[in-house]
């Protein structure tokens, strides 16, 4: 990843089973021009409830299926499975990922 210009923050991410992370926005990528970037790299292989909702549209977390949203908008995320969910997060410009 430190070949790639554009990228802000990276990260990997565990939520336990049976967890959620609250409604929350983050109004400051707007100004700067990010993007989230979710790649799940953990869900559970059956009864997989894991699911991103950005401004009340769900999106199931899935193993190897990146999602791309505005994180300036509204969104939570719940994994009602009963296996951690682990993903790459990331925050980064559009417009300004390039390779170095």
Known sequence: LAQF???KVCALLKMNSHSSLP???HPELAREGL???HLPLKTAATRNYNYLNVNGEFRQHVC???IVFD???D????NE???ERVLLYMEFSAGQLTER
């Open 5 to 7: 210009q554009g990228i």
């Open 23 to 25: 409604c929350h926005d």
């Open 35 to 37: 993007l989230q970037f």
């Open 64 to 66: 190897g299926e990146p």
């Open 75 to 78: 969104h939570f995320a719940l």
């Open 81 to 83: 499975s009963d296996e």
């Open 71 to 73: 994180g300036s908008h």
